[in-house]
């Protein structure tokens, strides 16, 4: 895990619960009377600005984006055969959400990979739309920083991969 202070303004990071963020500033912030300094981390997609102070951001699990080595990693995934399980889909979706609040970039691509579905099998249901959805956002948002694409571009380039699989 990186250091706090290997984190600079400009720099995209990965918050876990909320996926690729864009550093905009550090600050100083007087709070009952001590002095807290504060990633300020911007999230567009989600027209959400988040202040984490720097001393918490490794427990927060905050980290720098992917090497272009744990992206083809993760893109490795994708291509591989999912294990349907036949548990109860409430504890499926329970373990899900914990693998995309993880951050883990090779976790996201397990969910997208076990929850896409072609145009030949049965529909999903409309929450394993949404857990599929909410993986594939997050995926693609760290593919399109790692290789500096749109996000639609990477939504994209993950559903070609899928459809060769």
């Known amino acids: 895990m990186a250091k706090a202070s290997s984190f600079s303004c400009g720099h995209h990071v990965v918050y876990p619960a909320h ?3 864009k550093i905009k500033s ?3 912030h007087e709070i009952g009377g001590h002095s807290l300094e504060m990633f300020v981390i911007s999230f567009e997609k989600d027209r959400m600005t988040l202040r984490l102070p720097v001393a918490k951001a ?4 905050l980290r720098p984006i992917c090497s272009n080595k744990e992206m ?3 893109i490795n995934a994708l291509k591989g055969r999912g294990r349907i399980r036949r548990a109860m889909w409430s504890r499926r979706a329970q373990e899900y959400e914990t693998k995309i609040n993880s951050g883990d970039p090779i976790s996201l691509a397990e969910v997208v ?3 896409y579905r072609t145009a030949s099998q049965p529909e999903q249901s409309y929450s394993e ?3 599929y959805q909410n993986a594939l956002n997050r995926l693609a948002g760290e593919i399109a920083a ?3 694409i749109d996000t639609e571009n990477a939504i994209q380039k993950v559903e070609k991969i899928l459809e060769a699989a």
């Open 19 to 21: 996926g690729v963020g």
């Open 26 to 28: 550090i600050e100083t």
């Open 58 to 61: 490794k427990n927060s699990g």
């Open 72 to 74: 083809a990693q993760a």
């Open 113 to 115: 990979r076990e929850l």
């Open 129 to 131: 739309r949404q857990v």
């Open 146 to 148: 790692v290789e500096n």
